[in-house]
């Protein structure tokens, strides 16, 4: 009995999992002039969540998610991806920690002389894997997105929502923890948008953790999921579902609404401090 003891005490005191695959603790950017593109920037995101940052042209959401693939240092603070500081990771292990986030751009970034097999081959082709390993995964992950008849076609070929479906079987066929989504309906149609927004709900389904950068605030509505709302550089709210209801963004605007009304309210210097700010904002991050 002793010794049954002593190990359920040693395993007690192992320390726990953390379930928290990005963090952020009072994280600023300054580019030139001293200019903060985001300031005192605070949240984290759960393994599994469903993630929208919403916010107006000039707002940070870009210059977080270049904080997030480590394209850009923080000015200060802390930022924790999958366990990696983003600060202490050294020129050449940046690629490597890239490969566990998958991207998706608004503009698809295809190679435009390459078919979509090709396009998504290449992903793997990166990370060296062997010719046996991308015949077998890349087109079962065609048939995920379902483009399994589009594989020999070129991308100047296909519709814009079958371009952004090869940009995410490009961004899922390695297996990411996190997928990273910059305005991915932003150049579609409705009926492309509900195509791919389902596609993404069905991928975070599966346990990818999916974070959207949008301002397609009723698509927002429509999804009824956690919203980060960024302004000026700040989060100004962070909304969660709570006892299984989602967050209703009308009341997320009512309050930005509210914050606006408070800035009019500011003497003349204030406003233009604040002006400089937002031209500067838009200047470097859009």
Excluded: C
Aim: glycine share 6%; net charge negative.
């Amino acid at each position: 009995m002793a010794r049954l003891a002593e190990k359920t005490t040693s395993s007690e005191n192992q320390p726990a999992v953390s379930n928290t695959v990005i963090s952020f603790n009072d994280v600023a950017k300054e580019y030139d002039k001293g200019i903060p593109a985001v300031n005192h920037i605070n949240f984290q995101i759960e393994r599994g969540e469903f993630v929208f940052i919403v916010g107006e042209s000039g707002s940070g959401k870009s210059t977080l998610i270049k904080l997030m693939l480590r394209e850009i240092k923080p000015t200060k603070g802390k930022i924790i991806i999958n366990g990696r500081d983003l600060n202490k990771l050294k020129k050449w292990q940046i690629a490597k920690y890239r490969r566990k986030i998958g991207v998706v751009f608004q503009n698809y970034r295809l190679l435009t002389d390459r078919t979509v097999y090709e396009n998504v081959a290449f992903a793997q082709r990166v990370i060296e894997a062997s010719p046996e390993q991308i015949k077998k995964a890349t087109p079962r992950m065609l048939a995920q997105v379902g483009l399994s008849a589009k594989t020999k076609s070129f991308p100047g070929e296909l519709s814009g929502g079958e371009q952004q479906r090869v940009a995410i079987a490009r961004a899922l066929i390695n297996n990411p923890v996190i997928l990273l989504a910059d305005e991915p309906t932003g150049n579609l149609d409705q009926k492309n948008t509900d195509e791919i927004m389902n596609l993404l709900l069905d991928i975070n389904k599966h346990g990818t953790t999916v974070i959207i950068v949008t301002h397609d605030h009723e698509m927002v509505k429509r999804l009824k999921k956690r919203v980060i709302t960024v302004r000026n550089g700040f989060i100004v709210s962070d909304h969660k579902a709570a006892d299984g209801k989602a967050p209703d963004l009308d009341d997320i605007e009512e309050e930005i609404r509210r914050e606006a009304e408070e800035e009019d309210n500011k003497s003349g210097d204030e406003m233009a401090i604040d002006y400089i700010d937002v031209f500067d904002n838009n200047d470097y991050d859009e």
